[in-house]
């Protein structure tokens, strides 16, 4: 892309809505748009002051293609860094490609996808890893993933970086001076300083890359699997936390032959439950490959919810009408399963903590509501950390809500640290932490500072390349590609 262009584009979604934005930006953004804007104070727009607003009708000639608001900025106080236009018009498809084709017709291009911010960062408005925070703030769809893109944004992990690579640099200056005076035995760095110094990033740069595992769940939502037998509750419970009837529920054991998922905020975080096919012995083909499936759901997620159905442990279920000679094709293995005992589910428990040991699981006992004080209390006392719902009355749920929070680490986001969200980054981190490790390797062998300021150059290296400021056209090329038009 030629970067001394005008572009245009459209900034707010296609589509039909009550008004939209189309952004012209380069050296002559204000003189492409001024001919063809009459303003209603008739006043020439390429006289008006930079962050103005003014109001009046884009012409084709004679035709009026729509009365518009135009804001005016001038570089370098704008996003891009150049004179730049924004047209606010009303938000019919018709009127946004008439003017937009109007302006290639008077000499602008296409804008790329991302072009808008891959200029403010070529010319000087952010730096790389801020320029990446814009697409993760466009993207952010609950609380901790808008804070996390904002702080970034505002240039929070930049300036952690930054700072760490200048006080590096510093002493980079000083190893690379011994060596202008290496015939007269001269240290300019003091290697304790320097040590000190290097212990500091070790520990800063563990902290970043410790905090990815976060991020990256906080980002993208964090995987949870609903598991157990057929017909415990496990798609009315999907439904109650969804508060939307997203599975189907039915009387009729293995209803739910595939996994279903779905995403909701907690407290701000983003989680996605998987509704999986209820897990037992079966010669139903299609259920099989369900219950395959639910295993592997279960090894993606990073908390499992295992649910039973407490209502069976003590008595008979009340009669609800399915008669399984009334479902032929169901009869070879979607019978309600016979009803189990305490034991047995304690063993299915220990079964899935054996399996995945590393992950959370959180014991449900489900249609609590049908047992009494007593049944209640004998329950709690036989399976320990057990937390009581009723899926279809709603009781616990809010409860059950609260407990998935305690896994999510959201501690460094309250206390508004920075958290590693980029897969780029973390990377460059571990890369970065590798070359530290030899540096200070070098320091507790005595190298020489010859050897001591290749590691130096490494780590600068990848520190540059997460703020930008070493980089190539094939690394932008990758990270604005993801970027939507008009941003």
């Given amino acids: 892309m030629k970067l001394n262009d005008n572009i245009v584009a459209l900034a707010t979604p296609s589509g039909a809505g009550a008004i939209a934005v189309i952004r012209v930006s380069g050296p002559e953004a204000v003189k492409l748009v001024a001919p063809v804007f009459e303003a209603k104070s008739k006043k020439d727009l390429q006289e008006q002051l930079s962050h103005t607003?003014?109001?009046?009708?884009?012409?084709?000639?004679?035709?009026?293609?729509?009365?518009?608001?135009?804001?005016?900025?001038?570089?370098?106080?704008?996003?891009?860094?150049?004179?730049?236009?924004?047209?606010?018009?009303?938000?019919?498809?018709?009127?946004?490609?008439?003017?937009?084709?109007?302006?290639?017709?008077?000499?602008?291009?296409?804008?790329?996808?991302?072009?808008?911010?891959?200029?403010?960062?070529?010319?000087?408005?952010?730096?790389?890893?801020?320029?990446?925070?814009?697409?993760?703030?466009?993207?952010?769809?609950?609380?901790?993933?808008?804070?996390?893109?904002?702080?970034?944004?505002?240039?929070?992990?930049?300036?952690?970086?930054?700072?760490?690579?200048?006080?590096?640099?510093?002493?980079?200056?000083?190893?690379?001076?011994?060596?202008?005076?290496?015939?007269?035995?001269?240290?300019?760095?003091?290697?304790?300083?320097?040590?000190?110094?290097?212990?500091?990033?070790?520990?800063?740069?563990?902290?970043?890359?410790?905090?990815?595992?976060?991020?990256?769940?906080?980002?993208?939502?964090?995987?949870?699997?609903?598991?157990?037998?057929?017909?415990?509750?496990?798609?009315?419970?999907?439904?109650?936390?969804?508060?939307?009837?997203?599975?189907?529920?039915?009387?009729?054991?293995?209803?739910?032959?595939?996994t279903i998922e779905d995403e909701i905020s907690i407290g701000g975080v983003g989680f996605r439950f998987i509704d999986t096919a209820g897990i037992r012995e079966t010669k139903d083909v299609v259920e099989s490959i369900g219950i395959k499936r639910t295993f592997e759901k279960i090894s993606q997620a990073q908390v499992v919810l295992y649910l039973f159905d407490a209502s069976r442990l003590y008595g008979p279920k009340p009669d609800t009408g399915y008669k399984p000679e009334r479902h032929p094709e169901l009869v070879s293995g979607?019978?309600?399963?016979?009803?189990?005992?305490?034991?047995?589910?304690?063993?299915e428990i220990e079964k899935i903590r054996n399996q995945f040991?590393?992950?959370?699981?959180?014991?449900?006992?489900?249609?609590?509501?049908?047992?009494?004080?007593?049944q209640r209390e004998n329950l709690r006392s036989q399976i320990s950390d057990l937390t009581t719902i009723s899926a279809k009355s709603g009781e616990g749920v809010e409860e059950l809500?609260?407990?998935?929070?305690?896994?999510?680490?959201?501690?460094?986001?309250?206390?508004?640290?920075?958290?590693?969200?980029?897969?780029?980054?973390?990377n460059a981190l571990l890369s970065a932490l590798e070359e530290i490790n030899k540096v200070q390797d070098g320091l507790n062998n005595d190298?020489?500072?010859?050897?001591?300021?290749?590691?130096?150059?490494?780590?600068?290296?990848?520190?540059?390349?997460?703020?930008?400021?070493i980089t190539n056209d094939d690394l932008l090329g990758n990270i604005f590609a993801n970027f939507c038009i008009g941003k």
């Fill in 53 to 258: 607003l003014h109001l009046g009708n884009i012409v084709d000639g004679e035709r009026i293609i729509d009365e518009v608001l135009v804001s005016v900025f001038h570089g370098p106080k704008s996003y891009t860094g150049e004179n730049t236009i924004e047209i606010s018009c009303h938000g019919s498809p018709y009127i946004q490609q008439e003017i937009i084709q109007l302006m290639i017709r008077r000499g602008c291009r296409a804008a790329e996808a991302g072009e808008f911010t891959l200029r403010a960062f070529l010319n000087g408005k952010m730096d790389l890893s801020q320029a990446e925070a814009v697409a993760d703030l466009i993207s952010s769809e609950n609380q901790a993933s808008h804070q996390m893109a904002m702080q970034q944004m505002r240039g929070g992990f930049s300036n952690e970086i930054q700072k760490l690579r200048q006080e590096l640099l510093n002493f980079a200056s000083l190893i690379e001076l011994e060596l202008d005076f290496a015939e007269e035995d001269v240290e300019f760095a003091n290697r304790d300083e320097f040590k000190n110094l290097v212990s500091k990033i070790q520990q800063v740069l563990k902290r970043l890359i410790d905090s990815f595992a976060v991020g990256n769940v906080l980002k993208n939502g964090i995987p949870v699997a609903i598991v157990g037998e057929p017909n415990v509750g496990k798609s009315t419970l999907l439904n109650a936390l969804l508060n939307e009837e997203r599975a189907i529920v039915s009387e009729i054991a293995g209803t739910t032959r595939d």
């Fill in 334 to 347: 979607s019978q309600q399963p016979p009803a189990p005992t305490v034991e047995q589910i304690k063993i």
């Fill in 357 to 374: 040991p590393q992950k959370p699981l959180v014991i449900l006992a489900n249609k609590i509501d049908e047992l009494n004080g007593k």
């Fill in 401 to 426: 809500q609260q407990k998935l929070l305690q896994f999510v680490n959201t501690g460094e986001l309250r206390n508004n640290n920075t958290i590693v969200t980029n897969s780029r980054h973390y």
């Fill in 447 to 469: 190298l020489s500072g010859d050897l001591l300021a290749i590691d130096i150059r490494e780590a600068l290296h990848y520190f540059g390349e997460i703020t930008g400021e």
